[in-house]
């Protein structure tokens, strides 16, 4: 009976004291704020430089060629199709 009140007590002394050591050691890092982001260069209305892509028919597209005709959205997707 004495063993198991002594394993029972040892038990929730390391249950109270191990969450509180966790917040300790939260609370000694150095929460550094993460650098702030860069102006942008282009804002919304501004002329894109043109530029020439090759299509999934392997064709030669200009930006030009759309100008006056169509509307153009560019979209820049990090890491599409690249499995990362």
Same mark, same amino acid.
């Given at each position: 009976?004495?063993?198991?009140?002594? %394993?029972?007590?040892?038990?929730?002394?390391?249950?109270?004291?191990?969450?509180?050591?966790?917040?300790?050691?939260?609370?000694?890092?150095?929460?550094?704020?993460?650098?702030?982001?860069?102006?942008?260069?282009?804002?919304?209305?501004?002329?894109?430089?043109?530029?020439?892509?090759?299509?999934?028919?392997?064709?030669? %597209?200009?930006?030009?060629?759309?100008?006056?005709?169509?509307?153009?959205?560019?979209?820049? %997707?990090?890491?599409?199709?690249?499995?990362?």
């Amino acid at each position: 009976m004495r063993r198991r009140t002594a %394993v029972l007590l040892l038990l929730s002394i390391f249950l109270m004291v191990v969450p509180q050591a966790g917040q300790l050691w939260a609370q000694n890092e150095k929460k550094q704020a993460p650098p702030p982001q860069p102006e942008p260069n282009l804002k919304v209305g501004d002329t894109f430089p043109d530029f020439t892509l090759i299509d999934q028919n392997r064709n030669k %597209v200009s930006l030009h060629d759309f100008k006056g005709k169509k509307s153009v959205a560019l979209a820049f %997707v990090v890491f599409a199709f690249t499995g990362g």
